[in-house]
């Protein structure tokens, strides 16, 4: 057994000796001497910092590894993170996207993770690392052809020895959540969302993976990385902010190369530089773990010790940033891409852990926050653009601050660049409130309260402080100072950064003829070998730890209601960690029943009171630390204040004030119109709203959908504000209910109940109501006081749904967009929502296309490298009447369009069958359940979704309860039943030169829709 409890490789037990004393004639004369103390446990030394609100301990093993531990109790669950000071910065100069392709590669396992013969595997990996340094070390078309067909060939047989996916499946079966990596200029971090009893498993496989690269199935993985970058060439923002960084920084590798690298790097891979730049990168003193969670510090301390100890310290070469010259002049760049044009701005700062980075945090305050910067309201508020922002991008050695916006109709983007340098030279002269500052500082307080309920913000804020190599008390620290930020620190710091050198990026609409393409190499498919498993997935899935039990919401019980008055009913759970309050007003209507109602509520942020103007609204919010919203959904509108508790009146007073008394602004609206109609035509220049909301909805219901059912252009431009204001008045005068979570308690929440009237027939009195949630108090609360609506609520008018088309014959539908890749969406109507069906649907899933570890990723991915992104899930409906989808998704090179499609197909109609992958899917859905909770105000939302389906208890128990015994039969007669053979229809966006329309005749009778046909405008 190659892996002890975690007690024994302590050195916890000790061995038994004998105390029988030597057969003699007579008895001893002298005691028996003591058996030796069993060895201590190691003690672990560790900082803390006084006033941490996270009460972290910092504790630094004997090779050089840090370890940041935070205890949170919200769910036995821990936030993993194993960060590694390496990232793109880092990569050799002739081999660009180094740091990100390693990254994908630790989770290919190890000579014992993933591998069923290594000794056999390690000569075939030998081959295809010296190959793959032929290949890249000629440019000889014929011979790199060659070379390419026996790394093909030898990976095939390479394959043969491993375990396609295996640390995908471990995870699973431990029920890890949200695994997955990232790759920045500074670092590469690796991320896993635990239950907290399976400690001992994640460090053991962590250690392992970190411990030693094995570059398996490499070619296969290469394309992935490919259909990355096609993903980047297809995506006009990653293209400007390249272009930015390029002109800031013409030294420095932040702006000489990119993270996913070049195409010609790519397409040359080394395998040997590869493992040579693991081995000098990927030591424990460059190393750091952040966990935060429900947590046991000794216990973890000493697991991790037990599996990272064994890790060896190595010195970590030293890298020398260049030096910038400064920028005395705009540098501009001009890129074209066929999504909406923009300008982005960006100036060059100091590195994060300096003083006048830190004053950039202010700035960019100042500027936006959402609710009281210069550029929200100079600039969105008053709708001089149609969009703009400031954002800040932190890193070692230099910062970046960017101002980014979006013209509005018939507006240059120079006109935009000048409204926006506008605000620089207001902040630059000090030419803002004094109360602005102060009111920055509390609202960074407040946001950081609210981060710190959030185990992967808690253990990312340790990964932040060690990358940019600062002390947990000086990083904590900075907090204190940024309260101390002046004005004068404010205009100092603009002044000197903030000159006439600045990189500037001038987004157009139009083709990018210079986007290149990465080329599609010939891969036979690869075996994943899905039901066999190595001898180290064994003893780690072997190794016991405590059983958790679930803990299902009892919404009797967890959720107080009363009734503020007659239709009125009041949801409360009660926030007992900190200060802040959310408060909800849900109305069950939307824009399927009058589509001015998004319009209405798009509107009431333009406007102000009787007291205030729309800008000055948005300030008082703000220094209150509270923030309202007013949103519309097809059959819902969400009306919601949140923020400081302790201001809740005060907030509460002017919100009620805004919606009860709204000041109409003809211009504003005016302005509103145009700013719809602009960003209705930069609608159809996005291909994720092309493909996942218009084309869908128009294959879902036809023409008039929920998507095209808005308000004509000639209709926009004749409303009035009358129109609008009148529907924002009257939304608190139909029947709603109130949700409550903050920190008060519920009497002081709640309202009185009425006393019950005399019915006048038997002259005694009506039957109170009864509630099926909860318990009824009568109490006097903030809601009868504040919460203004009439006596008598209007009832709702009736749900208007889009009728569903049958989807019975085979079709495609296909749209024109110029793009690398093409996107492909398969779907099928499936029957009602039943929540019979439901376990068994959570199973397929999980089994079938909902992670890493699913066919659907082992086959398309994995073995035929045929795409980056690829999934299948069968939706359930989100409310009682409607019909569940069975959606499946790949992106990929429009090259491989004919195999990926036919990938799929096969897959839905004749779904692999491995018993391993069912184990897996199984123990994942029951760990997870078991390990999760829901708190906090997604306690009353949970009870939200169920009332839409029908439930008034929490489903999870019986998908809990009823997947412990699902077979292969089950999953089999399920896809057979409901999946197979069921009438496909086929939606494709992608670039008309591109596309084989020959191959997608096979798939149904094939019709473009038009941009026009799909939007309705």
Not at 287 to 295: K, T
Request: glycine share 6%; hydrophobic share 35%; charged share 25%.
């Amino acid at each position: 057994m190659l892996l002890l409890p975690a007690v024994a490789a302590l050195g916890l037990l000790t061995q038994c000796q004998s105390s029988k004393p030597a057969a003699t004639a007579t008895a001893p004369t002298t005691q028996t001497p003591a058996a030796p103390e069993a060895p201590k446990p190691k003690e672990y030394k560790y900082t803390t910092v006084e006033g941490d609100p996270l009460k972290t301990r910092i504790y630094t093993l004997d090779n050089g590894l840090t370890v940041y531990l935070s205890d949170y109790d919200d769910a036995p669950r821990i936030q993993t993170y194993v960060a590694v000071r390496a990232g793109s910065k880092n990569d050799p100069h002739d081999a660009t996207g180094l740091a990100h392709y390693l990254e994908h590669m630790v989770f290919k396992g190890t000579s014992r993770l993933g591998a069923q013969d290594f000794a056999a595997e390690k000569a075939e990996l030998a081959k295809i690392e010296a190959l793959y340094e032929q290949y890249r070390g000629t440019r000889d078309a014929a011979l790199r052809k060659k070379y390419y067909h026996q790394i093909d060939s030898v990976s095939g047989v390479a394959a043969k020895y491993a375990v396609a996916n295996e640390y995908d499946k471990l995870m699973g079966a431990i029920g890890a959540k949200g695994s997955n990596a990232y790759t920045s200029v500074e670092q590469t971090v690796y991320q896993e969302d635990i239950p907290s009893n399976r400690v001992e498993q994640w460090a053991s496989v962590q250690a392992e993976r970190f411990g030693e690269l094995v570059p398996r199935l490499f070619h296969t993985e290469l394309e992935a990385v490919y259909e990355e970058k096609n993903r980047g060439l297809d995506n006009d923002f990653s293209k400007e902010f390249e272009a930015l960084n390029r002109s800031l920084f013409q030294k420095h590798e932040y702006g000489t190369q990119t993270t996913i690298g070049t195409i010609e790097h790519l397409q040359n891979p080394s395998i040997t530089a590869i493992k040579a730049y693991f081995d000098r990168y990927y030591v424990p003193n460059n190393m750091a773990i952040a966990m935060s969670g429900d947590l046991d510090f000794d216990q973890t301390i000493r697991t991790i010790d037990q599996y990272f100890g064994k890790l060896k310290n190595k010195p970590v070469p030293a890298f020398t940033p260049a030096q910038e010259a400064p920028i005395t002049a705009p540098i501009v760049t001009e890129v074209k891409g066929p999504q909406a044009e923009n300008v982005m701005i960006g100036f060059r700062f100091p590195g994060t852990a300096t003083p006048d980075a830190l004053v950039l945090r202010m700035i960019d305050k100042i500027l936006t926050n959402g609710q009281a910067g210069l550029i929200d309201l100079n600039l969105n508020q008053k709708q001089a653009v149609l969009e703009a922002q400031s954002f800040a991008d932190f890193n070692n050695d230099y910062s970046t601050h960017v101002l980014y916006g979006t013209p509005r109709q018939g507006q240059s983007l120079d006109q935009v660049k000048a409204l926006m340098l506008a605000q620089l030279d207001k902040v630059k002269k000090g030419d803002f409130p004094e109360w602005l500052i102060p009111a920055i500082i509390n609202n960074e307080q407040l946001q950081r309260t609210k981060s710190y309920e959030s185990n992967e913000a808690r253990a990312g804020a340790f990964v932040s402080a060690f990358v940019a190599r600062e002390d947990w008390k000086d990083y904590l620290q900075q907090f204190e100072q940024f309260g101390k930020i002046t004005k004068a620190d404010v205009m100092r710091v603009a002044n000197e950064y903030y000159g006439p050198g600045y990189a500037l990026i001038y987004k157009r609409t139009g083709k990018d003829t210079s986007t290149p393409k990465v080329i599609k190499p010939a891969i036979t498919p690869v075996p994943v070998n899905r039901d066999a498993s190595s001898e180290y997935y064994k003893q780690v899935v072997a190794l016991q730890a405590p059983e958790l039990q679930p803990v299902f919401l009892d919404y009797k019980k967890d959720i107080q209601q009363t009734e503020l008055k007659p239709g009125l009913p009041l949801f409360y759970t009660r926030n007992s960690e900190n200060n802040l309050f959310s408060l909800f007003y849900v109305l069950d209507m939307g824009t399927n029943n009058d589509p001015k109602l998004g319009l209405a509520a798009d509107y009431l942020k333009y406007l102000g009171t009787g007291k205030y103007s729309a800008a000055q609204l948005q300030q008082e919010f703000y220094k209150l630390g509270c923030s309202f919203d007013v949103s519309s959904s097809p059959d819902r509108v969400f009306v919601s204040l949140s923020g400081l508790d302790k201001n809740m009146e005060p907030a509460l007073q002017l919100f009620e004030q805004l919606l009860n008394n709204p000041t109409p602004d003809p211009q504003a609206l005016k302005d509103m119109v145009a700013g719809i109609l602009k960003n209705r035509q930069d609608a159809k220049l996005n291909k994720g709203v092309i493909l996942s909301q218009a084309m869908l909805n128009y294959v879902k219901f036809g023409p008039k959908n929920p998507f095209t059912n808005i308000v004509s252009a000639q209709e926009l431009k004749s409303l009035k504000p009358q129109e609008l204001i009148s529907r924002i008045k009257q939304l608190e005068t139909y029947q709603h209910r109130v949700l409550y979570y903050g920190p008060r308690e519920f009497a002081a929440v709640a309202s009185p109940i009425p006393a019950r009237e005399i019915d006048p027939l038997t002259k005694k009195p009506k039957a109170q109501r009864t509630f099926q949630v909860g318990t009824v108090q009568e109490a006097e609360g903030v809601l009868l006081k504040l919460h203004h609506t009439p006596a008598q609520l209007t009832p709702t008018p009736p749900a208007k749904d889009f009728a569903e088309l049958p989807l019975k014959d085979r079709k495609v539908y296909w749209t024109d967009f110029n793009m690398v890749q093409a996107e492909i969406l398969f779907l099928s109507r499936g029957d009602a929502y039943d929540k019979a069906l439901v376990p068994t649907v959570s199973l397929y899933n999980e089994y079938f296309g909902g992670n890493m570890g699913s066919i659907v990723f082992q086959e398309l991915r994995e073995s035929k490298a045929l795409a980056y992104s690829a999934t299948s899930r069968y939706a359930n409906a989100d409310k009682v009447g409607r019909s569940n989808y069975q959606l499946s998704y790949i992106g990929t090179q429009a090259d491989k369009l004919p195999e990926a499609m036919a990938g799929m197909e096969t897959l839905l109609n004749d779904m692999p069958m491995a018993e391993a992958n069912l184990n897996i899917a199984r123990q994942s859905i029951r760990n997870s359940i078991a390990t999760e909770r829901i708190t906090k105000s997604d306690v009353l939302f949970a009870y939200e979704r169920a009332k839409r389906l029908g439930l008034d208890y929490d489903l999870r128990r019986d998908v809990y309860e009823q997947t412990a015994n699902m077979s292969l039969a089950d999953l089999k007669k399920f896809q057979e039943a409901r999946v197979k053979g069921r009438p496909q229809t086929v939606l494709v966006i992608g670039s008309k030169d591109r596309l084989n329309f020959k191959e997608l005749a096979k798939y149904g009778e094939v019709k473009q829709l038009t941009l026009k046909e799909i939007f309705g405008y």
